[in-house]
């Protein structure tokens, strides 16, 4: 059996216009392990090894990155996702869910966050680390700050601002480096910030607009559309769809996240959502097929499939006026376990 090995990696702390990059992927690079520590996870810059049952069993590959998901392959083909959260993994092969944590996490010193803006932000994050004031208030309001210990690393802080509403980032990536006692950032009205769903839409705190008009990620509660018709919901395993393991290649796991959506049954479904626009949009979406789908704008069909096609991202412009958005399932009693995928549907303005 191969000789697991860790790596380190040593970042430097800076506030400039130009910050250092960190190491890439440097929060989910080292070895992860369960409570028994019956399995073992060792991920490096763009291999990994699962040595599972004590050693008797040992899987490697490659893998790839996207936002917090992980999808790794052995021998090309898919074997598993692992989902970073609040400082565990989750590793989910097969429909079953491990939960890891890293080996040899240390907290070198703190992190404190100052809200000296005018706003109230909320769901504040800084490499998957939670700062709430409180366990029952999850924000950090004007004039307030929060401190929490972390581990040596960079990464952006991710919030919502609470007046005129958005999810936003910071522009710069805020690092701190290993051993470090105490580190600052304080939020003001002239932040730079990016918003979260459409990056190229950046300015102050105070002064930035939301663009996004729809965000349907799947997490959260099931978004008002105008129509859902037959199944067409939120899903996060097999066992929620008319998928049985003897089927599990018609399943594709969630791409972004816990959940994402199905459309599918013995019948025709559908998923339509009505939208007006006062100025010209873009919209985005992830998606992936197992049965007869298609997706039309206005009647429109921009696209068709009958083919098994993994997880994809596509985009479609909109025109000012009110756009009719149908994602559709064609079946049959015969393909009821087959499903239209999608994820991740954003709707904002481009001008």
């Known amino acids: 059996m191969k000789k697991l090995l860790t790596l380190a990696a040593t970042l430097t702390l800076v506030f400039v216009s130009c910050p250092i990059e960190p190491t890439p992927n440097s929060d989910v690079i080292g070895i992860w392990t369960n409570t028994e520590e019956a399995m073992t996870l060792d991920i490096s810059k763009s291999t990994w090894i699962l040595v599972t049952g004590g050693g008797s069993s040992t899987n490697n590959g490659k893998w790839t990155r996207d936002a917090n998901t992980l999808r790794l392959y052995s021998d090309d083909k898919f074997f598993a996702t692992a989902r970073l959260s609040e400082g565990k993994l989750f590793f989910v092969r097969e429909s079953t869910t491990y939960t ?48 929490k210990n972390v581990e040596a690393g960079g990464g952006y802080i991710f919030f919502k601002r609470k007046s005129n509403p958005i ?17 600052e950032f304080a939020f003001t009205d002239d932040t730079v910030i990016i918003e979260v769903n459409n990056t190229t839409n950046t300015g102050t705190l105070r002064n ?141 303005y481009t001008e």
């Open 100 to 147: 890891l944590t890293k080996k040899g996490k240390k907290a070198p010193g703190t992190l404190k966050i100052n809200n000296q803006s005018f706003t109230e932000i909320t769901d504040v994050t800084w490499n998957n680390v939670s700062f709430a004031e409180t366990e029952y208030v999850n924000s950090i309001r004007s004039g307030n700050n929060v401190t």
């Open 208 to 348: 930035l607009q939301n663009t996004v008009l729809w965000w349907d990620d799947a997490e959260g509660e099931i978004q008002p559309y105008f129509l859902r018709q037959h199944f067409a919901g939120y899903y996060s395993t097999m066992a929620d769809l008319s998928i049985t393991g003897t089927n599990a290649s018609y399943f594709y796991p969630p791409k972004n996240g816990k959940k994402s959506i199905a459309v599918g049954s013995s019948a025709t479904s559908l998923l339509h959502l009505k939208i007006t626009l006062t100025k010209s949009a873009k919209l985005s979406f992830w998606y992936a097929n197992r049965g007869t789908a298609s997706f039309l704008i206005n009647d429109d069909a921009k696209l068709n499939s009958n083919q098994n096609v993994a997880w994809s991202f596509v985009e479609f412009e909109l025109e000012p006026g009110l756009n009719d958005l149908i994602w559709k399932n064609t079946a049959t009693a015969t393909t009821n376990t087959l499903y239209f995928y999608i994820d991740d549907i954003l709707i904002y």
């Open 167 to 183: 999810s936003a980032r910071t522009r710069d990536i805020i690092i701190v480096e290993e051993g470090k006692k105490s580190i």
